[in-house]
């Protein structure tokens, strides 16, 4: 489904991920650790296509297409979608509407016909429910006085709309409580299949015993340290990240 | 120095008309020969007049212009400008109001819709106590030269304890093959109980030559009573290829009285200059006043809205909320005051300005000022100009959305605030109607 092979990119000249080489197939989950600032964002956003980031070596394909030089649009069209780990408050756009608009051109782009208006409506009713969603925020401006548990099942409720083969979770688990936690976790699974793929990526290892990782990567400074089954997060969990600093630096 | 000699040319050839047709305008002509020395005295504004330096109207004015418009439209050309199907329509075109293109069959008891000129002759004891009472000559030179030169407009009385349920469209309409200044005025009453809903709309039709409008309105509000106005400024719009003909100087001046509420909405959409001077005079207490404006310039565009904001007694509210987004080399100005005066203690008063700026070349000059001079009052401004928001348009571009109908979306969403505020339905859609159609 995506391969990436030594990506290097930087922001305001200072390069943040220093070579990191990822092969994800499709019904496969990938888990991505690592400490603050080793890169795990950054890998995320290039991904998603933000502009700030500079690839200054490297190649990413997905599915056979040169994923860099799509625009951020074209990647969305194309089935890459980003679970932000901030999700952005747009006052005066109302969730529904946003959807609409976004299926519509997603559609175009694949030369479908547009949604009937029945048919959106039957699919809105049905992944909010997947992602326990009040009815009511779904007609509310998109993220505008949500909690933060409500934000992230925003994300996890706009996946579900999209579907997209490559789904990239970035820290949707933080600040989420246990409850909330199960909530998109479940909403993730249910939309897991053996024709796409999902990278979570997290800080913690709590999210991975709901959403079990295929295989679990360690990000250190720019590059991807360590890589092996979901019991190498269990490990992380254990020992701190500080092993991992010392395994590289002894 | 030659600027100078056009422009006191223009100045010299008001007032030749002026002299030459005074005693054939309707209604007392020392009131109006008093506004003439008034305007006299003040001139044609230039970039020296404090409130008038970032909208040169006085450049405008270099070119020859005839007061005479050598125009008619008829019934055909301007049905499209009656866009509220269900309305009570009055037809000003060139500044005179005209029966036979207007729908006033069957108004109901308690509202009287006729010509200033015709209020004036039959004596009306209600226009007769407030025409021209509240639009202060010596206060500015355009309120001096409508008060002078105006020819006619629209007389609306609004009797006590009447509610009019549907709205009172009125349709400024011009059209000239020659440049040509006109004088629309109007007076609206709406006496002690009584509500009214009123829309002024403004347009230009079949016209190959520039028209700057001097038009005012004057609307008294008494005790309880409570009055939604609307204005659309869109003059260019009905021109083809976008021709930049529209000259507008809007002045709006309303008195409240105790426990009225008052709801503005100016909607500026084209026009190659507007100048709004709106101002409220909150003259009782418990009173309700509510400004909304909304400005989507391009182009050479220059829109300068004024405003002002008198709190004049205690327990007062007062909420402006004006949103521009400016693109091109337009200009957008805003101007807001509020006086909160010595007696008027327990004010509410706020006011908000804000601004999207989509081009490099444009400029949007915001100047909120607040004059207080009661110690035990509520008051708030806020400004801010920015660019669309970077983070708000990728977020929707990971969603699928292109970059174009991403900021479409934010620009909506930004003028929304305002246009959700339109109370009659039908008028909603069309202002909706008409954003959508200008950010495509």
Do not use: W
């Amino acid at each position: 489904m995506i391969s990436i092979k030594n990506l290097h990119a930087s922001i305001d000249g200072k390069e943040i991920l220093k070579g990191i080489n990822l092969e994800i197939k499709a019904g496969e989950v990938h888990a991505i650790m690592g400490p603050n600032g080793s890169g795990k964002s950054t890998l995320s956003a290039v991904l998603a296509g933000r502009s700030e980031y500079e690839v200054t070596e490297g190649e990413v394909t997905y599915n056979g297409i040169n994923l860099l030089e799509l625009s951020p649009e074209d990647r969305a069209r194309e089935g890459v979608f980003l679970a932000f780990q901030y999700p952005i408050e747009i006052p005066g756009v109302s969730n529904v509407n946003f959807l609409k608009t976004a299926i519509g051109e997603i559609r175009a782009y694949k030369g479908l016909e547009p949604m009937a208006a029945k048919d959106f409506l039957a699919m809105l009713k049905e992944k909010q429910k997947l992602v326990e969603l009040d009815g009511k925020l779904a007609n509310r401006s998109v993220n505008v006085g949500f909690s933060g548990g409500e934000k992230k099942r925003n994300e996890i409720f706009q996946m579900a709309m999209l579907n997209p083969k490559l789904a990239i979770l970035d820290e949707t688990d933080s600040g989420l409580d246990i409850d909330a936690l199960r909530i998109v976790a479940n909403g993730v699974n249910k939309l897991k299949s053996k024709d796409n793929a999902t990278i979570i990526i997290t800080h913690y290892q709590r999210l991975l015993d709901y959403i079990i990782p295929d295989f679990v990567h360690v990000i250190y400074n720019g590059k991807i340290v360590k890589s092996g089954s979901k019991e190498l997060a269990l490990e992380l969990e254990e020992k701190g990240y500080d092993f991992i600093k010392e395994e590289i630096e002894a | 120095m030659e600027t100078a000699i056009k422009t006191s040319t223009v100045k010299d050839k008001l007032i030749f008309e002026f002299d030459t047709s005074k005693l054939f305008l309707f209604g007392n002509t020392k009131l109006r020969e008093k506004a003439m020395e008034s305007f006299y005295k003040i001139g044609i504004p230039n970039r020296k007049h404090e409130e008038y330096k970032y909208t040169r109207i006085d450049v405008m004015l270099k070119e020859e212009f005839y007061f005479s418009p050598d125009k008619n439209c008829n019934d055909e050309q301007i049905g499209h400008l009656k866009f509220l199907k269900d309305a009570y329509v009055v037809i000003i075109e060139n500044g005179v109001f005209v029966k036979g293109l207007s729908n006033l069959q069957n108004l109901p008891k308690g509202l009287i819709i006729c010509s200033l000129v015709d209020a004036e002759k039959s004596n009306s004891p209600v226009f007769e106590k407030h025409y021209a009472k509240y639009a202060d000559v010596n206060a500015d030179p355009f309120i001096a030269l409508n008060t002078a030169m105006t020819k006619d407009g629209v007389f609306i009385h609004v009797a006590k304890n009447t509610i009019i349920e549907k709205p009172i469209h009125i349709i400024h309409v011009a059209t000239a093959i020659q440049n040509t200044i006109i004088h629309p005025r109007n007076l609206i009453v709406v006496d002690e109980n009584a509500q009214a809903k009123i829309v002024e709309s403004f347009e230009i039709l079949d016209s190959t030559a520039k028209i700057f409008s001097n038009a005012l309105t004057e609307i008294v509000i008494d005790e309880y009573a409570v009055v939604d106005h609307y204005k659309i400024q869109d003059e260019n719009a009905g021109l083809p290829d976008r021709q930049e003909l529209g000259y507008l100087v809007n002045t709006t001046q309303v008195i409240q009285k105790k426990q009225s509420v008052f709801t503005t909405h100016t909607f500026t959409l084209s026009g190659s200059l507007v100048r709004n001077n709106l101002t409220l005079v909150l003259d009782g207490e418990h009173i309700e006043s509510h400004l909304n404006g909304l400005y989507l310039t391009a182009g050479n565009q220059v829109v300068d809205n004024h405003t002002v904001v008198d709190h004049r007694k205690p327990n007062c509210n007062s909420n402006e909320l004006y949103k521009g987004i400016i693109d091109g080399k337009s200009t957008a100005t805003f101007n807001g005051k509020i006086f909160v005066r010595k007696d008027a203690q327990k004010t509410n008063a706020f006011q908000s300005n804000k601004n999207i700026l989509l081009s490099e070349a444009g400029t949007i000059n915001t100047k909120p000022q607040l004059e207080i001079y009661a110690d035990d009052v509520k008051c708030s401004h806020g400004t801010s100009t920015g660019k669309l928001d970077e983070d708000k348009i990728f977020y929707l571009r990971a969603r699928g959305l292109s970059l174009e109908s991403a900021k479409k979306l934010l620009m909506h969403a930004f003028a929304s605030e305002v246009v959700n505020t339109i109370k009659i339905e039908p008028l909603h859609e069309y202002i909706e109607g008409k954003i959508f159609k200008k950010f495509e």
